[in-house]
């Protein structure tokens, strides 16, 4: 099964698509880990997207397929958090199963700022945000469109979103 997790930055992505690819038994890839890994191991590649993150921009396109698209070509089966992002990164990808996790942005801020990663700062988390209005949110439409679109509230109870989720994608069986 192929799922996608679509979420504002702070929305709880990470930690629900851990717990959904380990119910369904398949592996929990994050674009934003893949990154954070190459700009931690100073590889070439994390040379390149250190400064993207830092400013809470999306990385180009180019950059972000070469660390995220060999990990999918060798699997049938994956929860993705954080790829594809905008409309340009989806393209050659189909999904069984889009979740949209719906938080407000006063959650989210607030989530963020007690979380203290890197790039956890006011006006990087505002710029985080604006990037997500922008890019991310149509792709919300565009997958409840292809009829796969899965709506959650997220601002809840950690068990209780897993437990909705993974209902939902019974479900669909
Ligand atoms: P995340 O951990 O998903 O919040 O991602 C952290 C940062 O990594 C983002 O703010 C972007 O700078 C970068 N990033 C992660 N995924 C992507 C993507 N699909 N496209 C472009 N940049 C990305």
Redesign the pocket.
């Known amino acids: 099964m192929k799922v996608l997790m679509l979420a504002p930055?702070g929305g709880g992505?990470?930690t629900q698509g851990a717990r959904i690819a380990e119910a369904l038994g398949v592996e929990h890839v994050?674009?934003?880990?893949l990154?954070?890994e190459a700009v931690a191991s100073d590889t070439p590649l994390g040379r390149q997207?250190g400064q993207?993150?830092a400013a809470?921009?999306?990385?180009?396109?180019a950059l972000?397929t070469e660390a995220?698209g060999p990990v999918l070509a060798q699997r049938d089966g994956y929860v993705l958090?954080?790829?594809?992002?905008?409309r340009s990164?989806t393209e050659g990808l189909s999904f069984d199963a889009v979740i949209y996790l719906d938080v407000p942005d006063d959650v989210v801020i607030e989530r963020l700022l007690g979380r203290g990663r890197a790039?956890d700062k006011r006006d990087v988390i505002e710029e985080?945000l604006r990037?997500y209005e922008a890019d991310t949110e149509p792709l919300i439409e565009l997958y409840r469109e292809q009829g796969v679109l899965i709506r959650v509230d997220g601002n809840r109870a950690v068990d209780e979103i897993t437990e909705d989720l993974l209902a939902q994608l019974r479900d669909r069986g």
């Not at 809470?56 to 396109?61: C, T």
């Open positions: 930055p992505k990470g994050s674009s934003g880990d990154l954070r997207v993207y993150m809470g921009k999306l990385a180009p396109d972000v995220i958090d954080g790829f594809p992002r905008k990164q790039d985080r990037q």
